[in-house]
């Protein structure tokens, strides 16, 4: 069959005609980067984050999860080293004062891993060496770079003042650590073990973009593995090594994402994080943006629980076998949950052309799709055909998510269906009356067969495995 190239101005747009993601506050004139999920979008999040919590809380014994609060302590950053290090290069054009970071302009230069070679320190310079000019107006006369704090900060109470400055949570990982002591306490956990969260994260990123790419407001599913102080580099090689399996693992059979469009990008020292020994980034190649950071994986060492203790004055040391206190080390698979939609979006957006027509089609998962069977009557005014297509819809959604749909010609229908991703659809027509069979549909062969309406349920749990 032959396919059309994707791109992202025709995955945006698929996005809202079918409501998955519409433009925020579309009403009034929209808000920049902001956007809201709809009906078939929170489906699919939805489905993501529970397969995520499914196979890395509920099926494991060694992970346990957690739901922190938003607005913390602001100490909990301060600690944390957000406050003091979480920071981008911020740069403007002197003419037509548009803002930019100063290491994403010399990334459109000259590359992710050329950019990511040099210092902080000498970004202004290599500004100057490689000649970069203002996207918008072509100048080259810039500003100096300033450092550029992502933190959202807010003020708690009336009056808004330094005193009461609070944050809104930059990554949710923090609620993890600070919590560690209570999940210890409270579970019979013991080394190794994980807590994993889900949640909004806020960052008041400079050059938000590329739809729900980079957002100011969006969601992470975070796991801190923690491990006991390695004595050998294999102590921690080992479990890192384990975890890069089983994400790798995550990505392609449980959101269907291919390998070939899949990267593990190593950072080097100069990239790394403040609190990171050892950081991948796991990309996806997104249409029209090439390969881009899905995934953070770091090996966090002891940084964070250490911060912690020496800042809140807590215990936050464990006792290992020997009965000795140990403050444990840390892996940490950081996944972005919207960025991890998009990627699946793009992964599953297929243009196909079927005899001289062009069909969009979503090719989810079927344990990722918004919904899993659309049930039709062939033509809406014959009640006997409607009131049993009723009935099998009816019968069905106590099991599965489904749609009822008379609206339309039925190839209107199927085609809806395709571009929302439902992988079933079961039509009730004149044969129906005479055998009690209905046609079902597969959405990726378009192959239909008939199949006995007593059937049904048994048919598609075996087909979902649901
Ligand atoms: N706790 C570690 C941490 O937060 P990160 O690499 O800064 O690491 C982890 O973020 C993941 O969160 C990223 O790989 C990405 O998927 C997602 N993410 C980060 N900033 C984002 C943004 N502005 N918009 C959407 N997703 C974002």
């Given at each position: 069959?032959?396919?059309?190239?994707?791109?992202?101005?025709?995955?945006?747009?698929?996005?809202?005609?079918?409501?998955?993601?519409?433009?925020?506050?579309?009403?009034?004139?929209?808000?920049?980067?902001?956007?809201?999920?709809?009906?078939?979008?929170?489906?699919?999040?939805?489905?993501?984050?529970?397969?995520?919590?499914?196979?890395?809380?509920?099926?494991?014994?060694?992970?346990?999860?957690?739901?922190?609060?938003?607005?913390?302590?602001?100490?909990?950053?301060?600690?944390?080293?957000?406050?003091?290090?979480?920071?981008?290069?911020?740069?403007?054009?002197?003419?037509?004062?548009?803002?930019?970071?100063?290491?994403?302009?010399?990334?459109?230069?000259?590359?992710?891993?050329?950019?990511?070679?040099?210092?902080?320190?000498?970004?202004?310079?290599?500004?100057?060496?490689?000649?970069?000019?203002?996207?918008?107006?072509?100048?080259?006369?810039?500003?100096?770079?300033?450092?550029?704090?992502?933190?959202?900060?807010?003020?708690?109470?009336?009056?808004?003042?330094?005193?009461?400055?609070?944050?809104?949570?930059?990554?949710?990982?923090?609620?993890?650590?600070?919590?560690?002591?209570?999940?210890?306490?409270?579970?019979?956990?013991?080394?190794?073990?994980?807590?994993?969260?889900?949640g909004k994260a806020f960052r008041n990123e400079i050059t938000?973009?590329?739809?729900?790419?980079?957002?100011?407001?969006?969601?992470?599913?975070?796991?801190?593995?923690?491990?006991?102080?390695?004595k050998t580099e294999a102590d921690w090689k080992k479990p890192?090594?384990?975890?890069?399996?089983?994400?790798?693992?995550?990505?392609?059979?449980?959101?269907?994402?291919?390998?070939?469009?899949?990267?593990?990008?190593?950072?080097?020292?100069?990239?790394?994080?403040?609190?990171?020994?050892?950081?991948?980034?796991?990309?996806?190649?997104?249409?029209?943006?090439?390969?881009?950071?899905?995934?953070?994986?770091?090996?966090?060492?002891?940084?964070?629980?250490?911060?912690?203790?020496?800042?809140?004055?807590?215990?936050?040391?464990?006792?290992?076998?020997?009965?000795?206190?140990?403050?444990?080390?840390?892996?940490?698979?950081?996944?972005?949950?919207?960025?991890?939609?998009?990627?699946?979006?793009?992964?599953?957006?297929?243009?196909?052309?079927?005899?001289?027509?062009?069909?969009?089609?979503?090719?989810?998962?079927?344990?990722?799709?918004?919904?899993?069977?659309?049930?039709?009557?062939?033509?809406?005014?014959?009640?006997?055909?409607?009131?049993?297509?009723?009935?099998?819809?009816?019968?069905?959604?106590?099991?599965?998510?489904?749609?009822?749909?008379?609206?339309?010609?039925?190839?209107?229908?199927?085609?809806?269906?395709?571009?929302?991703?439902?992988?079933?659809?079961?039509?009730?027509?004149?044969?129906?009356?005479?055998?009690?069979?209905?046609?079902?549909?597969?959405?990726?062969?378009?192959?239909?067969?008939?199949?006995?309406?007593?059937?049904?349920?048994?048919?598609?749990?075996?087909?979902?495995?649901?």
């Amino acid at each position: 069959m032959q396919k059309e190239a994707k791109s992202m101005e025709k995955i945006v747009s698929l996005c809202k005609r079918r409501g998955f993601v519409f433009p925020g506050s579309e009403i009034y004139g929209c808000f920049a980067n902001s956007w809201d999920f709809g009906p078939y979008g929170i489906e699919l999040k939805n489905n993501i984050a529970q397969i995520w919590w499914k196979t890395f809380v509920q099926s494991r014994d060694d992970i346990v999860g957690l739901d922190s609060a938003i607005i913390t302590n602001p100490q909990v950053w301060e600690a944390s080293g957000h406050v003091a290090n979480f920071n981008d290069p911020l740069i403007d054009c002197l003419k037509c004062k548009a803002r930019y970071r100063a290491d994403k302009l010399l990334e459109e230069k000259i590359g992710v891993e050329e950019t990511t070679k040099i210092a902080s320190e000498d970004l202004e310079s290599k500004i100057k060496e490689y000649k970069i000019s203002c996207p918008v107006c072509g100048s080259s006369n810039w500003t100096k770079i300033r450092k550029f704090n992502l933190l959202f900060e807010t003020h708690i109470g009336v009056i808004a003042d330094k005193k009461n400055v609070a944050y809104l949570r930059g990554e949710t990982a923090q609620g993890i650590f600070i919590n560690f002591k209570n999940v210890l306490n409270t579970t019979r956990q013991k080394l190794p073990f994980g807590i994993a969260q889900i949640g909004k994260a806020f960052r008041n990123e400079i050059t938000p973009g590329h739809f729900i790419f980079r957002t100011r407001e969006f969601e992470q599913m975070e796991i801190e593995y923690f491990i006991a102080p390695p004595k050998t580099e294999a102590d921690w090689k080992k479990p890192f090594e384990k975890w890069q399996e089983e994400l790798k693992d995550f990505f392609k059979e449980k959101l269907g994402i291919s390998e070939k469009n899949m990267r593990w990008r190593r950072h080097d020292e100069k990239e790394r994080s403040h609190y990171s020994q050892e950081t991948f980034d796991v990309e996806y190649n997104f249409p029209g943006m090439g390969f881009a950071e899905l995934l953070g994986f770091a090996y966090r060492t002891d940084y964070d629980l250490k911060q912690h203790i020496k800042y809140s004055g807590a215990d936050l040391s464990c006792i290992d076998e020997k009965g000795n206190k140990i403050i444990p080390h840390c892996i940490e698979p950081s996944f972005g949950l919207t960025r991890t939609f998009l990627a699946v979006v793009c992964e599953a957006y297929e243009e196909e052309k079927v005899k001289n027509e062009t069909r969009i089609v979503m090719k989810f998962l079927p344990e990722l799709a918004p919904v899993k069977i659309a049930i039709f009557p062939l033509i809406r005014n014959k009640p006997e055909l409607v009131e049993i297509a009723r009935h099998i819809f009816e019968d069905l959604k106590t099991k599965f998510v489904c749609e009822f749909d008379d609206n339309g010609n039925i190839g209107k229908r199927y085609r809806r269906q395709d571009e929302i991703g439902t992988p079933f659809c079961v039509t009730v027509d004149f044969e129906t009356l005479e055998n009690k069979t209905v046609t079902v549909r597969d959405r990726d062969t378009m192959k239909q067969e008939r199949v006995k309406v007593e059937r049904l349920k048994d048919f598609f749990s075996a087909k979902l495995s649901i």
